[in-house]
C-alpha cells in the first residue's frame, strides 16, 4: 500500500492505511491530516512546538507609541515558523530544520517512512539509509 492508495486523512503506514497522528504532537498541541501528511498545530490561545509542547500565550500590556509598528507581533507566521522584521515587513522562515510553507505550517523532513523515499527511512524526523554500508 502507498500512500495515493489511502483516503487523504489517512497515510500508508507499515503498508497499511492508519492515521498518523497518534502520538505525534506535543502538549496543548492538535493534530490533522491533509493529503496524507499529519500537521500539527498549538491549540487556541496556546503558541511553541506543537511537536514537543505548547504553552499559553501571555498577553503584552498595549504600546504606548504608536510610531514603532511591530509586523511581527502579532505573528503573521504559521506554526514551527518565525518572523524577522525587514524593511518594516514581516518575513516568515520556518525553524530549523523544518520545511513548507512559512505562512501556513512548517513540519519536519519526515514523520512516518512513507514521507520518505521508498530507499529511506524516517529517523528523527530525518529521511536516512536504513542499511548504511550495503
Not at 497522528?21 to 499529519?38: D, E, Q, Y
Request: aromatic letters at 6%; one cysteine or more.
Amino acid at each position: 500500500t502507498i500512500n495515493q492508495e489511502c483516503p487523504l486523512k489517512l497515510a500508508c503506514i507499515t503498508n497499511k492505511c492508519a492515521d498518523p497522528c497518534p502520538g505525534l504532537c506535543g502538549s496543548h498541541a492538535s493534530c490533522s491530516v491533509n493529503n496524507h501528511f499529519p500537521i500539527c498545530q498549538c491549540d487556541p490561545g496556546y503558541t511553541g512546538d506543537p511537536f514537543s509542547a505548547c504553552y499559553r500565550k501571555t498577553t503584552q500590556p498595549p504600546r504606548i507609541t504608536s510610531e514603532n509598528i511591530d509586523p511581527c507581533n502579532p505573528t503573521p507566521c504559521g506554526s514551527n515558523a518565525f518572523c524577522q522584521q525587514r524593511n518594516r515587513a514581516a518575513a516568515c522562515q520556518c525553524i530549523e530544520e523544518m520545511y513548507g510553507d512559512p505562512y501556513v505550517a512548517c513540519r519536519p523532513e519526515c514523520v512516518v517512512n512513507s514521507d520518505c523515499p521508498s530507499n529511506k527511512a524516517c529517523q528523527r524526523n530525518k529521511s536516512i539509509d536504513p542499511c548504511p554500508g550495503t
